[in-house]
């Protein structure tokens, strides 16, 4: 299904999700829907395999973690997420062969806490991995001493603004 993407998510430097110059990184981007949703998208290379052909499961859990904590940012901008708790679920193996898609939705919101779901989806819809979890919100100076201002904190779009997003539609 396809889905029309609102805005491109910025990337930093160094982050291991995001991180555009993390060597070892995934170079994630991630892209708000129409709907609210927050979709991530990554290439896997060699060091993110687990088993042989499989992308580790640590790797799939950060994207989700990652995927589902930048919902906070479609509706509150400057609301930045911490990771309280995450419950991850395998179910089937992710190849490492394909473009990997995410996607975050959020579930429950509250004045300090949001709460969301994320999956990530085989081509043909099946759930391979679901993760949800429990965030709390705070301002980016309560995280971290940067000025995001900077030219760290950017909107890399290497696909030339991407417009639309081919995601699966989600098998029950």
Same mark, same amino acid.
């Given at each position: /299904? ?6 491109? %998510? ?6 291991? @999700?995001? *991180?555009?110059?993390?060597?070892? =990184? ?5 892209? +708000? ?13 060699? $060091?993110?395999? *687990?088993?042989? =052909?499989?992308?580790?499961? =640590? ?16 509706? %509150? ?10 419950? @991850?679920?395998?179910?089937?193996? @992710?190849?490492?062969?394909? #473009? ?14 949001? #709460?969301?779901?994320? @999956?990530?989806?085989?081509? $043909? *819809? #099946?759930?391979?991995? #679901?993760?949800?979890?429990?965030? /709390? ?9 940067? $000025? ?5 904190? %950017?909107?890399?779009?290497?696909? *030339? %603004?991407?417009? +639309? ?8």
């Amino acid at each position: /299904m396809r889905h029309r993407i609102v805005k491109k %998510q910025y990337n930093t430097h160094h982050c291991h @999700v995001c *991180g555009l110059s993390n060597r070892s =990184g995934l170079h994630a981007r991630f892209y +708000e829907l129409e709907n609210g949703d927050v979709a991530g998208v990554f290439v896997p290379q060699p $060091d993110h395999q *687990g088993y042989p =052909g499989r992308l580790h499961g =640590g790797i799939a859990a950060s994207l989700l973690d990652e995927a589902i904590a930048r919902t906070a940012n479609v509706a %509150q901008p400057d609301i930045w997420a911490v990771t309280v708790e995450l419950d @991850v679920r395998y179910r089937r193996p @992710v190849p490492m062969d394909a #473009e990997v898609k995410a996607v975050g939705s959020l579930t429950r919101d509250t004045r300090r806490l949001f #709460e969301g779901r994320g @999956v990530i989806l085989l081509p $043909d *819809g #099946e759930v391979a991995v #679901e993760a949800t979890g429990k965030f /709390m919100k705070l301002p980016f100076s309560a995280i971290a001493d940067l $000025d995001l201002s900077h030219t760290d904190w %950017q909107p890399d779009d290497p696909e *030339g %603004q991407r417009t +639309e997003i081919e995601i699966p539609e989600e098998k029950p």
